[in-house]
């Protein structure tokens, strides 16, 4: 006899808002600053941030929500995971095809398919780790004018690898933030 599946929690208010903003602005959640990000250090910047969440993943609280409508670092951990893959599939795109439309990802939806509070950390950290390599690998290939080839997200925004890769920082960034909220 298996066990029952883990009840929904309460859900976070979705995320309605359009941070393309932190591409001009400091962020005052998290202190990113895309002004500061240097091309040829993208790479190791996805690494660094998210070195953050396998250690996180292996605190035995990593389940643990710190408020009912606040994911916990497991449910965090996810979410950076598919950011990495949806972004390392974008900057390919980018590189092959002229102004692709990405097709809409709503990580809200993705959260509630995937059942994130229930995955197992272990797992979800190997994963992170193998999704890290693919993001930071995708922007390693970017060469010289690559940089400034165009995509757009299915709500218009036009974004270059450039400013696709400081968009996905901010990310990442925002979220390790959110690891050390009480």
Do not use: I
Not at 9 to 20: A, E, G, H, L, Q
Not at 37 to 47: D, F, K, N, Q, Y
Not at 106 to 135: F, G, I, K, M, S
């Amino acid at each position: 006899m298996s066990e029952p599946a883990s009840p929904q929690p309460v859900s976070p208010v979705p995320d309605d808002k359009d941070w393309t903003w932190t591409l001009s602005r400091v962020c005052p959640e998290c202190h990113y600053d895309a002004a500061t990000v240097v091309r040829s250090a993208v790479p190791s910047l996805v690494r660094d941030a998210m070195s953050r969440f396998p250690d996180a993943l292996r605190h035995p609280e990593a389940t643990r929500r710190p408020t009912p409508a606040t994911w916990s670092p497991l449910e965090y951990a996810c979410h950076v995971r598919d950011v990495c893959r949806v972004f390392a599939q974008r900057v390919d795109l980018m590189r092959e095809q002229d102004a692709p439309v990405f097709a809409n990802w709503d990580q809200d939806a993705t959260a509630l398919e995937e059942r994130y509070w229930e995955q197992d950390p272990a797992v979800v950290a190997e994963q992170v780790d193998e999704a890290t390599d693919l993001a930071a690998a995708a922007f390693a290939r970017v060469r010289g004018d690559e940089w400034e080839r165009r995509g757009l997200r299915s709500n218009g925004s036009e974004f270059t690898v450039d400013s696709l890769a400081r968009y996905f920082l901010h990310d990442l960034y925002h979220h390790v933030a959110d690891l050390q909220q009480p």
